[in-house]
């Protein structure tokens, strides 16, 4: 039931600008987006809720596709700082308030100068 | 604004030895998650609790236990250490009843087991 990433690994130029992917087997309630830098904290990006509802940083963009249980991260005109491995994280059915997150592997960002 | 803080940042155990991680919510945040990541995985939902309860539970074994305190802060239990068990273990706070269940993660605890 782990969420599938896609792709596993990307390298792009400053500027340039990448699609990750998320896609679950199962119906999702909610997909999380966090990025990880080696040997820091998880930080939080994005959150998609069933039914529409997003929140998230500015400058960070995302879909959720209910149908097709996916959802897909946006990352526009890329900085050097956005290097790191992104994860996305589902939630299948909510009880209510927070739930336990299922991660993906993680997709590998490396930015070049 | 405090974020989540977890001690100690490093641990070396051997087999069969018990360990406890120890980890302070983010202000104001009332729930708290435990993930395991190994090398080059994604994290792994151990557990969560919720005003000092266990509320939910990944697919760990009852080796791994946990607590939490009155004013929020929680404790990660080990029993019997394996090999298998070296990871990164991270600790996530949430507000519950906030639609949003955003999560934040401290920067986690090494452990490793010799």
């Known amino acids: 039931q782990q969420p599938v990433q896609s792709p596993q690994a990307v390298i792009l130029r400053e500027g340039e600008d990448a699609v990750i992917n998320c896609s679950s087997s199962k119906a999702l309630y909610s997909v999380h987006w966090y990025r990880q830098k080696h040997g820091e904290a998880p930080v939080f990006l994005m959150i998609?809720?069933?039914?529409?509802e997003q929140k998230g940083h500015e400058k960070i963009s995302a879909s959720f596709n209910e149908k097709k249980q996916q959802s897909s991260l946006y990352l526009t005109a890329s900085q050097l700082s956005y290097s790191g491995t992104y994860f996305c994280g589902t939630v299948f059915n909510s009880g209510g308030g927070a739930d336990g997150l299922t991660f993906g592997k993680g997709t590998h960002l490396i930015i070049q100068p | 604004d405090a974020g989540v803080t977890q001690s100690p940042t490093h641990l070396i155990k051997t087999r069969g030895q018990q360990v406890t991680l120890r980890c302070s919510p983010k202000s104001g945040h009332d729930t708290v998650s435990w993930y395991q990541q190994a090398l080059g995985q994604g994290p792994q939902f151990i557990f969560q609790?919720?005003?000092?309860?266990?509320?939910q539970r990944g697919n760990f074994p009852d080796r791994f236990s946990g607590h939490q305190f009155p004013n929020y802060s929680s404790e990660l239990n080990v029993n019997a250490l394996l090999l298998g068990d070296s990871a990164l273990y991270l600790c996530a706070s949430s507000l519950e009843g906030l639609g949003f269940d955003i999560q934040y993660f401290g920067a986690g605890t090494r452990l490793s087991v010799l």
């Open positions: 998609l809720l069933k039914g529409g």
């Open positions: 609790y919720y005003e000092e309860e266990e509320r």
